[in-house]
């Protein structure tokens, strides 16, 4: 890339090309972006953010703009996390403000409802508000049940939202959250539904082709990372186990492979050493197996699945430094 970036966002854009924004390149959060194009393997610089931010999101409209949102900015935590919001326009290379949530939120998450709304959720609060595209401005929802960030987010088949794990919020400690809800855009609400059978900080949740969500990874406790993974299924309302990974990271990323395979890449171990390691989980097995690993440790990086089917992974730091390296895997 042309600048080394972690906590950063990728959205694979209409065209194929991959923008990459915003981040830290451990001297401050950045404003700058850059498309990355599977066509040539060139990164090339765009404009750039309003606002430096870390920690963001970043979500593809309908329409073809991407809103980004929230984060971290210069001013540091907590005065500097933002509820500032932008849209890209990839015909224009350009960023526009457009209205601010109503709430700060760091840690939080997106999701892309079908009616086109964007909900975002938590962020150091239970709180939750959705984007219109049409009005560019957001409107207060329900609040999930109970105050959660670095939890997993994952868009159910019939339109509602699961919610699950992340660290709850308490004075002078640390929730490891087990419980999971529901969010319905028909009603605005959230409600309560089955639990994990442990709590996990920092997991990834992915809508897998058989419609149930792979919940994987995670920190159990302080020091206690994972490699157990649960499914949950939306008929039913309840998570079960299912195969474990070879090795326990929390902070990894998680791409839905064109076959409906699921590929699990770096992040962070028990004594927090970034990973190179990569497997790959098959939902008609229940297992994960080993594939080859990346060329070098990473997390905070971002994966994105592309066109042809191939996987750019970009950024994220290691021991040695926050890195400005990518990597393509190919299934």
């Known amino acids: 890339m042309a600048h080394a970036r972690a906590y950063h966002t ?8 991959v923008l990459i924004a915003g981040g830290d390149d451990d001297s401050g959060p ?22 430096a931010r870390e920690r963001h999101t970043a979500t593809l409209l309908p329409d073809g703009h991407v809103l980004v949102a929230g984060g971290i900015g210069a001013g540091g935590f ?25 709430h700060v939120r760091l840690e939080h998450t997106a999701t892309l409802l079908p009616d086109g709304r964007v909900l975002m959720a938590g962020g150091y609060g239970a709180s939750a508000e959705l984007y219109d595209p049409a009005s560019g401005t957001f409107s207060p929802t329900g609040s999930m049940t109970i105050a959660r960030v670095t939890f997993g987010a994952a868009l159910l088949p019939d ?6 794990g992340g660290e709850g919020a308490c004075l002078g400690c640390t929730q490891f959250l087990a419980t999971a809800e529901l969010y319905n855009p028909a009603t605005g609400t959230f409600a309560r539904t089955g639990s994990m059978a442990r709590g996990r900080i920092a997991p990834t949740a992915t809508l897998l082709s058989t419609g149930r969500v792979l919940v994987a990874g995670g920190q159990t406790g302080l020091h206690a990372t994972i490699a157990s993974a649960e499914l ?7 998570f079960s186990a299912t195969g474990s990974m070879a090795h ?27 990973l ?20 070098v440790g990473r997390n905070s990086q971002t994966a994105t699945l592309l066109p042809d089917g191939r996987v750019l992974i970009a950024g994220g ?10 990597e393509l895997y190919r299934p």
């Open 10 to 17: 990728a959205t694979l854009l209409p065209d194929g090309r």
């Open 30 to 51: 950045l404003a700058s972006a850059e498309l990355y194009d599977p066509a040539t393997g060139i990164f090339s610089r765009t404009g750039s953010m309003a606002q």
């Open 78 to 102: 907590p005065s500097g996390i933002l509820a500032s919001a932008e849209l890209y326009d990839p015909a224009t290379g350009t960023f526009s403000r457009t209205g601010s949530m109503r």
């Open 159 to 164: 339109g509602r939202v699961l919610i699950a």
């Open 232 to 238: 949950y299924d939306p008929a039913s309302g309840r």
């Open 248 to 274: 326990a990271r929390y902070s990894q990323d998680a791409t839905l492979l064109a076959d409906g395979r699921l590929l699990i890449a770096g992040g962070l171990d028990n004594s927090a050493a970034s």
């Open 276 to 295: 190179a390691t990569a497997e790959v989980y098959d939902p008609a097995t229940g297992r994960f197996s080993a594939t080859r690993p990346m060329a």
């Open 317 to 326: 730091v290691n021991d040695s430094g926050v890195l400005a390296s990518s």
